[in-house]
């Protein structure tokens, strides 16, 4: 955003509350009514807020890819939140690229995308998945990053995605193209175990091993197809 377009609307949201205290000085509702509406016009026009803009620029490698693409789900910018250094901000252009683990945002324009420094993410939503930053537990099992949180109840379960670019040689020349890993993880007090197979989960919820087993007949559940 220029600094002259910055100047310019706060000139008219700084002239427009004094207008309406020159206008309505008899009239206090009216004043606060229109002071209201200018902050609210002010606050739209820089929304999100500018705080939000202090990572780098984010430089889109994606058409380098031949097949698969780096983030989730889309690699459109969608509405999202996000808590970025304590503070939430809601309806922002959010892409999550998943083999840089780079939460990216854009102005209001789409003319930048900036990458937000991760450190400063509590949590994020793309997509209605809603991403919390975890750290390295004692037993090093989950790795510092973002997981998709799919419950949260008495206990935890987690989605770790993560994408690779891999190479191969074709006759056309070097062949760039996505793979996908996923990991799910429980968190039961407070500890992380895998829970990639039935196995694992059931060697989990070990106190819920025979109505566990009993559900996942019933259903006719098949993890190793569908998890």
């Known amino acids: 955003m220029k600094l002259t377009t ?91 690229d998943l083999v840089t683990s780079d939460v990216v945002i854009t102005d209001s324009s789409f003319f930048f995308r900036i990458k937000l420094n991760q450190e400063k993410i509590s949590w994020f939503t793309v997509m209605g998945h809603n991403f919390l930053r975890l750290y390295q537990d004692s037993n090093k099992l989950i790795k510092e990053g973002f997981y998709d949180q799919l419950y949260n109840g008495h206990i935890q379960l987690y989605k770790k995605h993560v994408k690779h670019i891999q190479e191969s040689v074709t006759m056309d020349g070097i062949r760039r193209y996505i793979s996908q890993n996923i990991d799910y993880y429980i968190k039961r007090g407070n500890e992380y175990y895998h829970a990639n197979t039935k196995k694992e989960l059931l060697n989990v919820m070990k106190d819920k091993k025979k109505e566990l087993t009993a559900f996942i007949r019933k259903n006719k559940l098949d993890m190793r197809r569908n998890k």
């Open 6 to 96: 910055l100047a310019r609307i706060i000139f008219v949201v700084c002239h427009g509350i004094a207008a309406a205290k020159a206008v309505a000085q008899t009239n206090d509702s009216l004043t606060v009514v229109m002071e209201k509406n200018a902050l609210h016009a002010y606050h739209n026009f820089l929304s999100p807020e500018t705080g939000l803009y202090n990572g780098r620029e984010y430089v889109d490698y994606s058409g380098n890819i031949k097949d698969g693409d780096p983030f989730f789900m889309t690699k459109t910018f969608m509405k999202g939140s996000i808590v970025y250094d304590g503070i939430l901000y809601n309806n922002v252009p959010v892409l999550y």
